[in-house]
């Protein structure tokens, strides 16, 4: 981010995998960047480029979408690509951009290149050994709705970076990352597969949440009764599997209670701070915060 800074260049990254948690690291980049692949593509996992984003007050997320482990030689419909379309745009993402490539490329030998090059006999697209989606075709008789689909898309994608995020519940994330798993086409895509019951309850009942990590969480503050993370400010805090803190995060909590803002905890508070430093000293002080 620094390098790029420096030679004033913007920074696009997908930060998923990476070694800090990955809502810190996501806040870091100009343009953070979510996949439809990763973590089976699930809202939960969806949410955190977005969720960073409005943190970090940037205005374009992006998302390599389209793509999901696809033992059928069948691409996918064009009610699953307007359903995977929908899903990123719900999570805040306004940019996408098809996997593997952004637009049609023939070598100077007029050989067309594609980065997953189908299986003669079978038509499979592949990474590797991995089935994925379809090869994406420009022109021929299957791929006619293309150009029509990317002009939907581009309308939807301006007139989602003219607004202002209106999330209203900053959702903690405790641990550094979302867990990956495959994301595997077994007939048809499911609309909310894999989502958790939490964001599942929480859009049904017409609440839009961020992600927030614990450090956005321990450098919060409250006004007028919100919860101002960044540039995001929410109507509450969500609290769900929060077994090991750092004192100051948990301290926060108590003076976001303090100024009014709302607070719900799922599960337990943590039990514990975090490292072996000062440890019994910083486990008492978690237990009074947890009590209070």
Do not use: C, K
């Not at 100009?30 to 480029?49: C, K, Q, T, Y």
């Not at 009942?205 to 540039?231: K, T």
């Amino acid at each position: 981010a620094e390098f790029a800074s420096e030679r004033g260049v913007a920074l696009r990254m997908q930060a998923h995998g990476g070694y800090a948690h990955v809502l810190d690291a996501y806040a870091l980049a100009d343009v953070p960047e979510s996949e439809a692949l990763f973590a089976v593509g699930i809202m939960d996992f969806l949410e955190l480029a977005g969720s960073a984003a409005h943190v970090a007050g940037r205005r374009v997320v992006s998302s390599e979408t389209f793509v999901v482990i696809n033992p059928s030689p069948s691409p996918l419909s064009q009610d699953e690509l307007w359903m995977l379309a929908g899903r990123a745009y719900i999570a805040g993402i306004n940019r996408l951009v098809f996997h593997g490539a952004a637009y049609p490329y023939t070598r100077s030998n007029g050989a067309r290149w594609y980065p997953f090059a189908p299986d003669p006999a079978s038509g499979v697209v592949s990474a590797g050994p991995i089935p994925i989606t379809s090869d994406v075709r420009v022109g021929e008789p299957d791929w006619a709705f293309l150009p029509e689909f990317n002009r939907a898309l581009t309308r939807l994608s301006y007139a989602m970076t003219r607004g202002v995020d209106r999330s209203q519940v900053a959702w903690l994330l405790p641990e550094r990352e979302v867990p990956d798993a495959a994301s595997i086409r077994v007939g048809r895509l499911r609309a909310e597969q894999g989502e958790s019951d939490t964001s599942l309850a929480l859009r049904r009942a017409g609440y839009p949440y961020d992600r927030i990590s614990p450090s956005m969480l321990a450098g919060a503050r409250a006004e007028g009764g919100q919860l101002v993370v960044g540039a995001a400010s929410y109507r509450a805090l969500i609290l769900t599997d929060w077994h090991v803190a750092n004192p100051d995060e948990l301290a926060a909590v108590v003076q976001l209670l303090a100024a009014g803002v709302p607070v719900v905890v799922l599960g337990e508070l943590p039990g514990r701070a975090r490292g072996l430093v000062d440890a019994a000293a910083r486990d008492a002080q978690i237990a009074a915060d947890a009590a209070a």
